[in-house]
């Protein structure tokens, strides 16, 4: 096909709840969303790239150069047979992974509405509706992390995950599971623990978390499977794992034991589905992390949730707890923890212009 204009837009939609990590925190979800044009379709990704270098080295200042100057090129005017011809065109751009999967994506939405079949069946998905658990930022106190859970069990989310970080950890953890003796829970470090403070990591064995994620530095595989040998609990990594070789890496060193998907890190499908073949002939199950996604994001990640390898809930919540009104058509929602898997061609969702024509600050075209 011969992708004839791209549209790169800059969005920005006020989020319903202050989202705090160990690394930041979040009121406003600022992000690229570009649209690729083609015979009359539109194929969208969301780039995940936030505001600022805390999660990932890439921002939505420098996604935004890597598209302009190096990404958009290699496919707005010319012809193309495959989102995998856009990775080998790009291949020699090193990282910028978030930048490439909003390119990839938005090809293999195209690809799919062109065939007239959903993304998550083209990409091999055989789930009808994928479980969903739910991201709980840190609480100032532990009497309202309590609350927060409660209010995320009663709706029915099939996994709650404790965002935490050294010194109000282990309070915040026996709190909750003193409360709610049976529910799957897990917790998410993003980084903030040391091999020096992992004492604090080892102290959470006794809750029965299903595993810890990402407790070390991302960039130190060694120092996890270290640490690894002295847990009980299994290590989930995300921010260390940007391909398929960091996962091959990771398994065989046994720095963990659960893998945190998510398309943007990664490059794209095409690599999250190598992940998926290496993690499922060792054994490893998956999950797709969640990066605050508006509308198409999300439906991004609920297509390569619908594979057969990820077996455990994942991040993505319904849409009307970040957002009061979404940009796409029908807004993604779980219920009782079940997210049904769009039917429709591509990512099976409509983009809503009007709504998304209120939050774009700005917006560039892109011709040959
Ligand atoms: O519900 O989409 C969601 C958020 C899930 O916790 C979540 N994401 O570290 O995984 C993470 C975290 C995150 C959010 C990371 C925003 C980067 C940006």
């Known amino acids: 096909m011969r992708v004839e204009a791209a549209i790169l837009r800059h969005v920005e939609m006020p989020l319903k709840f202050r989202f705090r990590t160990s690394f930041g925190e979040t009121t406003t979800k600022s992000f690229l969303l570009l649209e690729l044009l083609s015979s009359g379709l539109s194929g969208w990704g969301e780039c995940v790239a936030e505001e600022g270098p805390f999660y990932s080295p890439e ?15 290699l496919v707005v005017g010319r012809e193309i047979a495959s989102p995998g011809e856009f990775e080998a065109r790009a291949a020699r751009v090193r990282g910028n992974r978030m930048a490439k999967a909003a390119v990839e994506t938005a090809l293999r939405d195209l690809f799919a509405k062109a065939a007239g079949v959903s993304l998550a069946r083209a990409l091999g998905g055989t789930r009808t509706s994928i479980e969903v658990g739910v991201s709980l930022g840190i609480s100032p106190t532990a009497v309202g992390m309590v609350e927060n859970v409660r209010k995320h069990v009663s709706e029915g989310y099939r996994r709650i995950k404790l965002k935490i970080e050294p010194g109000t950890d282990v309070e915040r953890v026996k709190a909750v599971r003193e409360a709610f003796p049976d529910i799957a829970l897990t917790v998410d470090a993003n980084a903030a623990y040391t091999l020096e403070t992992a004492h604090l990591l ?48 990771a398994i065989t060193l046994g720095a963990c ?36 996604e508006a509308g198409v994001g999300r439906a991004q990640n609920v297509a390569v949730a619908s594979l057969p390898g990820f077996v455990k809930p ?28 769009p039917t429709g061609p591509g990512i ?21």
């Open 348 to 368: 099976g969702v409509e983009v809503r212009r009007d709504v998304l024509d209120k939050v774009t600050l700005s917006r560039k075209e892109f011709h040959l």
């Open 59 to 73: 921002t939505v200042g420098t996604a935004g150069h890597l598209l302009e100057r190096f990404l958009l090129p």
């Open 202 to 249: 080892r102290a959470l064995d006794p809750f029965g978390l299903d595993y810890i994620e990402q407790p070390l530095h991302h960039e130190d595989l060694v120092a996890h499977a270290e640490l690894a040998r002295t847990l009980r609990t299994p290590i989930c990594l995300d921010e260390s794992i940007r391909s398929a070789d960091d996962a091959r890496a």
């Open 314 to 341: 994942g991040d993505t919540s319904s849409s009307s707890r970040y957002f009061e009104e979404d940009i796409v058509t029908p807004p993604l929602e779980a219920t009782n923890g079940l997210m049904p898997v």
């Open 257 to 292: 034991r659960v893998i945190n998907v998510k398309i943007g890190r990664v490059g794209g499908h095409g690599e999250a589905l190598r992940i998926h073949e290496i993690a499922t002939k060792a054994g490893v199950p998956l999950w797709c992390g969640g990066m605050l």
